[in-house]
């Protein structure tokens, strides 16, 4: 299995490797940065490069029962034991890492109000989107949701990743809302705290504090049934750090 880095350091953006199995256009490493799909956030894209500069495409990459499964570009097949470096797309990275933190205000702000009533979410390089299950959405309470998120942005809380024990975690129903299939198996859970504000358990990747979020702006919102809301948002344009 994988030793997946993001998970510990979301600002990783280089890291060495060993290619452990792979086929033709696909290649599992012991260790690697690259963030696969899931829990609403999409998978890094990148590249591969061996010693002897061959170089790779990683186009999509995903979990598997073996590993972290990094799909190339192209069919080709990279011998077992072949050590490699592997460089994500930073901008594209950290343009999600944004939206993700920003789903975790949002998803505080509703709780706060709301009680949990969300139903969904998914983040996108450019823009994320929420699904609600809230009385009297509308256009102006969607707007009102976003200057609070706004309001948490400013106050530029620290957000910080710890490991709590299972039996801790038990105590606090609060911190599981929309991500369960990221529960790890284990004795512990994977906590992403905004310090002050809101914690949440999940497998994403994050930005330090909610001020990197910067400003958030409400796209639209969709009736999606009598219930059933969505809102997309969008951040400000931020060149990530390191580049
Ligand atoms: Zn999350």
């Not at 309001?151 to 620290?158: F, L, S």
Request: net charge negative; glycine share 10%; aromatic share 8%.
């Amino acid at each position: 299995v994988t030793e997946a880095l993001y998970l510990d350091d979301g600002y990783l953006r280089a890291f060495s490797a060993t290619v452990a199995e792979a086929g033709p256009g696909w290649a599992i490493l012991d260790r690697s940065g690259f963030y696969p799909t899931g829990g609403g956030q999409p998978h890094d894209v990148g590249v591969l490069v061996s010693d002897g500069d061959r170089r790779w495409e990683v186009s999509s990459v995903e979990k598997s029962d073996r590993g972290i499964v990094h799909r190339l570009a192209e069919p080709a097949h990279v011998p077992e034991g072949t050590a490699v470096h592997g460089a994500i797309d930073w901008r594209r990275r950290y343009a999600c890492m944004r939206y993700h933190s920003c789903l975790h205000i949002l998803s505080g702000v509703v709780y706060r109000r709301f009680g949990s009533d969300i139903t969904g979410g998914q983040i996108y390089p450019d823009r994320a989107r929420m699904d609600l299950s809230i009385p009297g959405f509308d256009r102006r309470l969607a707007e009102d949701l976003i200057r609070e998120v706004n309001e948490v942005v400013r106050r530029a809380h620290p957000i910080s990743v710890r490991f709590v024990p299972l039996v801790e975690a038990e105590r606090h129903p609060e911190w599981v809302r929309v991500e369960r299939d990221l529960m790890p198996q284990g004795s512990e859970i994977r906590l992403i705290d905004i310090e002050g504000f809101d914690a949440q358990a999940d497998g994403g990747t994050h930005v330090r504090t909610t001020a990197e979020v910067g400003l958030v702006s409400l796209e639209k919102i969709e009736n999606k049934g009598a219930r059933n809301k969505r809102l997309y948002v969008t951040v400000a344009p931020r060149d990530p750090p390191g580049e």
